[in-house]
């Protein structure tokens, strides 16, 4: 069974993205696992990313809920945006990896699981 994953970013246009769709492309594809596709806050620069590399583009993340069953957000030079993420993210109750660096400090930390929490979600972050 083919897992989908929906990445979520301020920018896919960085290093991560690059990396984990590669990886999950290759070396992890027996894995079952899949980016099925993607969003982010900045739209222009992240829509050729996702033509580039072949990842369907949805204009938010409720279009992009129905086609996949966890999520990525990635945003990995902007972690300010970790929460506004989240916030988009988390209500649909899917299981989430939020990128390092996970936030900017302590409160905002602290307001991501919490929201987690309030929607009893398994969120994962490798900070």
Request: net charge negative; aromatic share 10%; charged share 20%.
């Amino acid at each position: 069974m083919t897992r989908r994953i929906g990445f979520v970013d301020d920018c896919l246009d960085n290093f991560h993205a690059d990396v984990y769709l590669k990886l999950l492309r290759g070396e992890l594809a027996d894995l079952g696992f899949t980016v099925a596709g993607c969003t982010a806050l900045q739209t222009e620069q992240s829509q050729a990313w996702a033509v580039a590399n072949d990842v369907p583009w949805f204009d938010t993340v409720d279009e992009l809920d129905a086609g996949v069953d966890h999520y990525a957000i990635l945003a990995p030079s902007t972690p300010d945006t970790h929460l506004t993420l989240c916030q988009q993210v988390f209500p649909y109750g899917k299981s989430t990896y939020v990128d390092k660096t996970f936030a900017p400090d302590l409160n905002t930390a602290e307001a991501i699981f919490s929201l987690a929490d309030d929607h009893n979600l398994a969120v994962q972050t490798t900070s």
